[in-house]
Structure formats: structure tokens, C-alpha cells
T-cell receptor, first 117, second 111 residues
Framework: GAVVSQHPSWVICKSGTSVKIECRSLDFQATTMFWYRQFPKQSLMLMATSNEGSKATYEQGVEKDKFLINHASLTLSTLTVTSAHPEDSSFYIC?????????????FGSGTRLTVV | RKEVEQDPGPFNVPEGATVAFNCTYSNSASQSFFWYRQDCRKEPKLLMSVYSSGNEDGRFTAQLNRASQYISLLIRDSKLSDSATYLCVVPRDTGRRALTFGSGTRLQVQP
């Protein structure tokens, strides 16, 4: 089946540094990648939608200058958390729609647990 | 009103029990609905889609009530391995159809 590979699985970084998370579609072309964030005991909240070759669309309240999204190819989307702070510690997960599977074709990366110390 | 609302639980049930979860959604125009399962801080996995006529997959039954805008999931003969968080999910009807997740209902099946 369609697979999205997400790396790293977990990362610990110091406050003020930047962290890049990658999501690759391994056997299909993803024109769109959804980026979610999940805080403890909360649900997945959509942060932004990345579109291949164009600017990402951010949800209200998500700082686009802090969460940089790049979708330069049909198989790679990246999320960079810039100047990370402890409150950015969360579980970040990407998701793509698999072409040809309509509304039933959502696949997820395995997630990245970010801890900012 | 939240777009998708669930009772967070936890539901603590013994093995073999039957348990039901409900979920309400706010957008009356929504057409598609799903139940996902999420194990602790892992990616969510599709459990089943919800059809208007109701559908069953083994021990799991999903039902949709459009008039009241709620979706249910029934688990029969609970297994220890059913312990997880169950997410009610509704695709947006605009844009690229991102998924809107409920906050999840935690199920703990006990021996």
C-alpha cells in the first residue's frame, strides 16, 4: 500500500534551534501533504496544508514564519520548526491523500515526537 | 460547538464486554465519516468508514444518524488488544479535504 515515510521519529533539541521534519511518499506522488500537531491528551490539529510547487496554506493561529513548510517535489514535504521553544514540544505527523482512492485514501507518516529543552 | 465532539472517557471495561462510543459533528453537509484507532502517540489507523446504512466489520459496528448528526461505534467481545484511543473523523468539505479529528475516546480493556 501507499506509504509515507516520516523522519525523524523523535528529536530533542535546545531552545532557539531549528528542527526539520521530512515526509516522503514512497510509492506514489503526493501533490498535497497535511501537517498535524498533537499535544498530550488532545487530538490531531491541522497546522497547514502543503502543496507541491506553491505556498502552503496555514490554519488560523499557526505562525507561518515559525513553521516553515516546503513541498518542492511530488514526493517530499518538509516542516521546519524555527527557533523552537518548549511549548513547541509536541507530536507532529504528516498525512497525504493517495491518488485514485478518493475520500478513503488517507495515509499517515509515523509521526515525530519533538521535545524542546 | 466543536466540529467533531467525543466523550474523552476513559472507558474501562472487562474483556468480553460490549462498549459503544458516540461522536457528534457540527457540519450538516458532511458526507463521509470514519473511525480511526490511535495507539499511544503513534499514527492513527483507519478502523472503518461509516456508511449511512450502518456497517459491520467483525466485532465492530458503525452507525450514522444524519438527523441528529451523530456517529457511533460499537465494539463487541472486547479484547485486550482493543485498548486504544478511538478517533471520530470527518473530512472537510472544502479545499484539499483535510481530516478533522475528534479529541478521541480512550478505551482500556482489562483482564
Amino acid at each position: 500500500g501507499a506509504v509515507v515515510s516520516q523522519h525523524p521519529s523523535w528529536v530533542i533539541c535546545k531552545s532557539g534551534t531549528s528542527v526539520k521534519i521530512e515526509c516522503r511518499s514512497l510509492d506514489f506522488q503526493a501533490t498535497t501533504m497535511f501537517w498535524y500537531r498533537q499535544f498530550p491528551k488532545q487530538s490531531l490539529m491541522l497546522m497547514a496544508t502543503s502543496n507541491e510547487g506553491s505556498k502552503a496554506t496555514y490554519e488560523q493561529g499557526v505562525e507561518k514564519d515559525k513553521f516553515l513548510i516546503n513541498h518542492a517535489s511530488l514526493t517530499l514535504s518538509t516542516l521546519t520548526v524555527t527557533s523552537a521553544h518548549p511549548e513547541d514540544s509536541s507530536f507532529y505527523i504528516c498525512s497525504a491523500r493517495v491518488p485514485g482512492q478518493g475520500i478513503y485514501g488517507y495515509t499517515f507518516g509515523s509521526g515525530t515526537r519533538l521535545t524542546v529543552v | 460547538r466543536k466540529e467533531v465532539e467525543q466523550d474523552p472517557g476513559p472507558f474501562n471495561v472487562p474483556e468480553g464486554a460490549t462498549v459503544a462510543f458516540n461522536c457528534t459533528y457540527s457540519n450538516s453537509a458532511s458526507q463521509s465519516f470514519f473511525w480511526y484507532r490511535q495507539d499511544c502517540r503513534k499514527e492513527p489507523k483507519l478502523l472503518m468508514s461509516v456508511y449511512s446504512s450502518g456497517n459491520e466489520d467483525g466485532r465492530f459496528t458503525a452507525q450514522l444518524n444524519r438527523a441528529s448528526q451523530y456517529i457511533s461505534l460499537l465494539i463487541r467481545d472486547s479484547k485486550l488488544s482493543d485498548s486504544a484511543t478511538y478517533l471520530c473523523v470527518v473530512p472537510r468539505d472544502t479545499g484539499r479535504r483535510a481530516l478533522t479529528f475528534g479529541s478521541g475516546t480512550r478505551l482500556q480493556v482489562q483482564p
